[in-house]
């Protein structure tokens, strides 16, 4: 595999740019031709080969942005839970950001991770993509630079930062194939600009998204050599989504490094033989390879060049997902000052929704983790009013659908009665090849990995269930292809499940499942044993599961609403979980699923001194937002959920969070740009014009506008100053001058837009902080690109002179002051 015999290697320090790319040549040309193009491919699902010859060891990577998982789907294997990237945004706070991202940066030193496939920078172009909620903003410059603090800090840790999907990936219907037609001036303005400020970033990685754009699927695009690897200067590796790459020629001609997950069939031997053919330069392939040393180099993975020193690991990790909680959460609505609660007032309170004592803290797919513990916002409650004030709780009427899988509080291995479930991976005659004791009844994979499975056709999961109630349950099996269900020994579900998408979310996290409805009596164990035989392209996840009755929701919901009579004050938990928002497919409402909408206006009208806290990921209408005192947006929060939602709630810290995006008060009539693809094509038509642009546009008023958010206190904006003439290449120093107005401190972002005659966009924004009845004065210096437009005769940004009128105020819809400048 190599040319020549193995020298002894001379550390060199990466710092050291000429004599490190001196070395990284001189062991690109230990490397034969098979062994370059076997470094171009995985060797398994989240790893890159290892090469002894040249020193280079495996190098690891995990899904992420809001937790590291590692490389193997396993409950046991715990990960830190951050709160999801729209709440990130929400704070408006890069140095949070940057905490967080050096946090995750020490979770993947913990887990022996080299790089992290986050963050991502797409953007909300529309709240019916399914990963909003992994997403930034609507905007690209609040985007890009969450992005670019998201990538320092994770890369400050020595940990490798993937800014992805480049480009044009906003969302999930036929995201494998569909072609983004977008005009030139739009891509390089909006979507190209967040992975332009990573790139200044410094970002090591750069994910080369499913789609394709004007045509060309983007593992083949020219978009890989310009503007990233040419005028921007892009020096890291380009490495592909899962199974992005389709081609050998095209793929491997284009500026892609990189082919995961491997052994990539298409960039084995068959790029071997194009390169002897003369199909492909060999002189590509030393590039990609050259790009793939230089990572290795960054994050430790060669012998020869001393890894980097990683900084100390957050010394409270809790306490900072804690804070980023409230930092993110926004305060919608507040009429009458209902907030914040004050503890020593209340004598009861009623906490009540499903997803109160269950938060949904992470959207679904890919980027699932599996923290040690949660906070729901039941829990922090409790916690928050312990030895103060009665809790109350009432569930409310079912919101999810998809079944729950077994658990270590409900179920034990039947065979040495620990908590949890008993895995068997099976040989076509049924013969035992694997087991694994799982404290989950769902199971993506073996933790062992895929080589634990060997010649297995099947699997089996069996669990004594012990019904905490008496009644008709629905027990479930999650899976594709044969599965069956045997309780207590008798067959009571055989059946073939035919696969209904060929989504990799779907095959491999989220599959279809199968149902049936048994009586049980409480406290009498039953033996539950499901079995699911593989078939090639249906991945391996199995879940078993267990449901107990419900009452009808008109039950629910007035059980809910007399929980809320007679208290001092009512939270009503809603929001969405990962059936409604998650990789994978798109959202077709925007409404709230169940009967959420008619538990709130039930609970209000029991009390009128109701908060309701939405638990979601991106925008959902709340038709009754009028008629509620108090609208607080938590988001996906993570693990700490329930202790920063009540530090919010009871006045431990200001909700900190102002709106990324734009939220409409219904979709129908809204500006809002699809999601469905025509004939494989989705056409962003609408230009730059989507978001706040486009509700300004078309005159519309939506339910909150993008920046929008309340604190616990008010503000009077005063003065706006501006210099009459802006040179456009330096830039410009814009000052706001604002006063606190309430009775405690609090935290404003003052945020700056320009209009150039073309429309109103974001140029800068800055926080201040002041105490009551204190001034302070946010300075923002727009840079030369907001002065600037992209030109499709030059092939680059060219400066539009002309008169820009100023606005600052704290959305894009309460603009306060303004004053205009000549731009020369």
Known sequence: MTTRDSDTLTAVPVSTAPDLTAHLDDLLARLDLPAKVALLSGSGAFRTPAEPAVGLRAISVSDGPAGVRGERWDERDTALALPSPTALAASWDEQLVTELGGLLAAEARRKQIDVLLAPTLNLHRSPFAGRHFECFSED????????????????????????????????????????????????????????????????????????????????????????????????????????????????????????????????????????????????????????????????????????????????????????????????????????????????????????????????????????????????????????????????????????????????????????????????????????????????????????????????????????????????????????????????????????????????????????????????????????????????????????????????????????????????????????????GFDRGSLALPGRQDDLVRAVVAANPRTVVLVNSGGPVELPWREQVPAVLLGWFPGQEAGHGLADVLFGHAEPGGRLPTTWAAAADGAPLPGVLPDDGVLRYDEGADFGYRAWLRSGAEPAYWFGHGLGYTS?????????????????AEIRVRLRNTGDRPGREVVQLYLDAGDGLRLAGYAAVTAGAGERAEAVLRPGPRSFQQWSPQAGAFVYRPGRYTLHAGSSAGRLLLSASSAVG
Do not use: C
């Open 715 to 731: 503000w009077e904006y005063e003065e706006l100053t501006a210099p009459g003439e802006i040179d456009p290449a330096a830039g």
């Open 140 to 583: 690209p410059l609040l985007t890009a630079r969450t992005g670019a603090a998201y990538i320092r800090g994770v890369q400050a840790g020595g940990v490798a930062a993937t800014a992805k999907h480049y480009v044009a990936n906003e969302s999930e219907t036929e995201r494998l194939t569909l072609d983004a037609r977008v005009d030139e001036r739009t891509l390089h303005e909006v979507y190209l600009a967040p992975f332009e400020e990573a790139v200044r970033a410094g970002a090591w990685l750069v994910m080369s998204a499913y789609n394709q754009v004007n045509g060309t699927t983007m593992s083949e695009s020219p978009l890989l050599a310009e503007p990233l690897k040419g005028s921007w200067g892009f020096d890291g590796v380009v490495v592909s989504d899962w199974g992005a790459v389709r081609s050998t020629d095209a793929a491997a001609n284009a500026e892609q490094d990189l082919a995961m997950p491997g052994p990539h069939p298409l960039w084995g031997e068959p790029l071997v033989a194009a390169v002897r053919e003369g199909r492909v330069p060999e002189a590509a392939v030393d590039a990609k390879v050259r790009r793939i040393l230089l990572l290795a180099a960054r994050v430790g993975a060669l012998e020869s060049v001393p890894g980097p020193a990683a900084p100390p690991a957050p010394a409270d990790p809790a306490g900072l997902l804690r804070r980023a909680v409230a930092a993110g959460s926004v305060l919608l609505r507040n009429e009458g000052g209902l907030l914040p609660l004050d503890p020593g007032r209340l004598r009861r309170v009623a906490v009540l929704g499903q997803g109160a004592a269950q938060a949904r803290i992470q959207g679904g797919g890919s980027a699932g983790v599996f923290p040690a513990t949660v906070v729901s916002p039941l829990d922090g409650i409790r916690a928050a009013l312990d030895g103060r004030a009665e809790v109350v709780h009432a569930a409310g009427p079912l919101l999810s659908v998809r079944p729950t899988p077994l658990h270590a509080g409900n179920a034990r291995n039947p065979e040495t009665g620990e908590p949890g479930v008993l895995v068997r991976y099976l040989d076509a005659d049924g013969r035992e090849l694997h087991r694994e004791h799982r404290l989950s009844g769902r199971v993506l994979e073996p933790a062992a990995g895929p080589a634990a499975l060997g010649a297995a056709t099947g699997v089996e999961l069996s669990a004594l269930l012990r019904p905490d109630s008496s009644g008709d349950w629905d027990l479930s099996v999650v899976g594709l292809g044969a599965v069956s269900l045997e309780v207590d020994g008798h067959t009571l579900l055989d059946t073939y499940v035919t696969p209904r998408s060929d989504d990799p979310t779907y095959l491999h996290v989220s599959p279809s499942f199968s149902s049936v409805r048994l009586a049980v009596t409480e406290g009498r164990p039953l033996r539950l044993v499901a079995r699911r035989r593989f078939e090639p392209g249906t991945g391996q996840v199995v879940a078993l599961a267990a449901d107990p009755p419900r009452p009808a929701a008109d039950e629910a919901i007035a059980l809910a609403a007399e929980a809320a009579r007679g208290a001092d004050a009512a939270v009503v938990v809603v929001g969405t979980n990962d059936e409604i928002e998650s990789e």
